[in-house]
């Protein structure tokens, strides 16, 4: 059964960093396209980023792009969101899911993000 579990969200300050991780089981990780959305307070679901299977094609959202930075590591099954010069708008729980996009019946659980001085 598909396993998707979040981790590295915390308490942030505007301009810092956090490093988002999302470890993978339970299905070929390699063989898929894997995304990070979010969800703020109040607000509808937003598609952050995504990355191709080979990590060869990626996605950004305008709202982050230039500041996030997604990756993979195949070999252990793993997905990353580098995320820099944080703003209180990036607030919110952030998700890891096994597509491209937003349409998919796999998600984690999702991990806290909280950017406030």
């Known amino acids: 059964q598909v396993q998707l579990v979040e981790s590295g969200g915390g308490l942030a300050q505007p301009g810092g960093s956090l490093r988002l991780s999302c470890a993978a089981s339970?299905?070929?990780?390699?063989?898929?396209?894997m995304s990070w959305a979010r969800q703020a307070p109040g607000k509808g679901l937003e598609w952050v980023s995504g990355i191709y299977r080979d990590g060869s094609v990626t996605y950004y959202a305008d709202s982050v792009k230039g500041r996030f930075t997604i990756s993979r590591d195949n070999a252990n099954n793993r997905l990353y969101l580098q995320m820099n010069h944080l703003k209180p708008e990036d607030t919110a729980l952030y998700y890891c899911?096994?597509?491209?996009?937003?349409?998919?019946?796999?998600w984690g659980q999702g991990t806290q993000v909280t950017v406030s001085s």
């Open positions: 899911t096994k597509s491209w996009g937003l349409n998919s019946k796999d």
């Open positions: 339970g299905f070929n990780f390699n063989h898929y396209a």
